[in-house]
């Protein structure tokens, strides 16, 4: 059965239905402005990171703004983009399995489609897959920066898997994907900068040695919300793949600029609408937002406006917080604006994304790649 939206284009944002993704609209549009503006002041390329959105509606919003195109990190993903009309796509991830492979190879008959590799034996599976389907797929060697997650030692380990990846009849070596995502949350704005220029600096390092072998690179991708200023005027890298600053949540909100100040590059846009449902006692408020309508990997959501009070516990279809000094003595019925601990999984739990201008529902956009893991 097909989930209704929870809003009607032109109606009062205080009728839309309870608990729903809403997006600052104003907000929102300054953020995608203002990265996009910093990073061509700073001579790189935006490449976003759909996987916050997981929206063609927002991705080509993105790209109207200048993107060279988007990431995902799910060839699902790509797919839902390839179909919304995004006609370059990054797999910011390694793919393994002939049918996920193949899923792949047949979207790079349709537009330009990268991955990223880490393995010899996945670079073999990868050309394989897109010699079933006369595809030409490009491929970025994944180097660990820093993150301890996917890609192989800079230096000669990535000069050898390039050469690996060259060697392939229908790969095309693309570059290097150097992401440093530890460095993105480190509060201390000093620390996080310093982990992305030692990113920058053995990124620059293998990009020479793989120049000086023949092999030189297209694209060299990383780069977050927390560091994009350094990525994108290190001169080492082309392409910024921040996602979150569309949005932003409470996770980035804690860190701090030069100042010791939070940092103030971004705007928070998104928000979960919820509605007070019970006030069992006087100190006690209950919304109708629980686990199923926010992600708590990151700390439960802030109450928006709210000097930092937060919910304090939830349940699947609960929320829960208590009354402190000098907040509203919410009613049942009131609306509640909640900060998402970490906007990238809240939106996956959602079906669409509320649009709101002047308190008016200006847009209602299907989260199309909703439940896209695999």
Same mark, same amino acid.
Request: charged share 30%.
């Given at each position: 059965m097909h989930i209704l939206p929870p809003a009607e284009v032109g109606m009062a944002a205080d009728q839309v239905d309870t608990p729903a993704l809403i997006l600052d609209l104003p907000r929102f549009e300054r953020n $995608?402005?203002? !990265? =996009?503006?910093?990073?061509?002041?700073l001579g790189a390329g935006l490449r976003p990171h759909a996987k916050s959105h997981k929206c063609p509606a927002i991705a080509r919003r993105q790209l109207e703004l200048g993107a060279v195109g988007v990431c995902t990190q799910k060839v699902s993903e790509a797919a839902v983009m390839v179909d919304g009309g995004v006609a370059n796509v990054?797999?910011?991830?390694?793919?393994?399995? *002939?049918?996920? $492979?193949?899923?792949?190879?047949? $979207? =790079?008959?349709?537009?330009?489609?990268?991955?990223?590799?880490?393995?010899a034996d996945n670079v073999a599976a990868v050309d394989a897959a897109a010699r079933r389907f006369g595809a030409t797929v490009h491929v970025l060697v994944e180097i660990d920066v820093g993150a301890k997650r996917c890609g192989v030692p800079p230096g000669q380990p990535a000069l050898d898997l390039a050469r690996a990846v060259a060697e392939m009849r229908n790969l095309s070596f693309a570059g290097l994907q150097a992401y440093q995502g530890r460095a993105q949350h480190i509060r201390d704005a000093g620390e996080r900068h310093d982990a992305a220029r030692q990113a920058a600096a053995v990124t620059a390092e293998t990009v020479a040695l793989l120049e000086r072998n023949g092999l030189p690179c297209t694209i060299v991708g990383g780069g977050g919300t927390g560091t994009y200023e350094v990525e994108a005027g290190s001169g080492v890298y082309n392409e910024v793949q921040a996602g979150s600053y569309i949005f932003m949540?409470? *996770?980035? %909100?804690?860190?701090? %600029?030069? *100042?010791?100040?939070?940092?103030? *590059?971004?705007?928070?846009? $998104?928000?979960?609408?919820?509605?007070? !449902?019970?006030?069992?006692?006087?100190?006690?408020?209950i919304v109708d937002a629980g686990l199923k309508a926010y992600s708590v990997d990151s700390g439960m959501p802030l109450i928006h406006g709210m000097s930092g009070q937060s919910v304090q516990r939830a349940s699947d279809e609960h929320g829960v917080f208590d009354l402190q000094p000098g907040m509203p003595n919410f009613r049942c019925g009131a609306k509640v604006r909640l900060v998402p601990g970490h906007c990238d999984p809240t939106v996956n739990l959602h079906e669409w994304i509320v649009g709101i201008r002047e308190g008016i529902v200006e847009c209602i956009w299907p989260v199309a790649a909703r439940g896209a893991v695999f």
């Open positions: $995608l402005e203002r !990265m =996009a503006a910093t990073v061509r002041r990054l797999v910011t991830n390694e793919v393994v399995g *002939d049918r996920k $492979l193949d899923r792949l190879a047949a $979207l =790079a008959t349709q537009a330009w489609v990268g991955v990223c590799v880490d393995n949540d409470a *996770d980035y %909100g804690r860190n701090l %600029g030069a *100042d010791g100040e939070s940092v103030r *590059d971004f705007e928070q846009s $998104l928000f979960i609408l919820s509605t007070v !449902m019970s006030r069992p006692t006087a100190e006690r408020v």
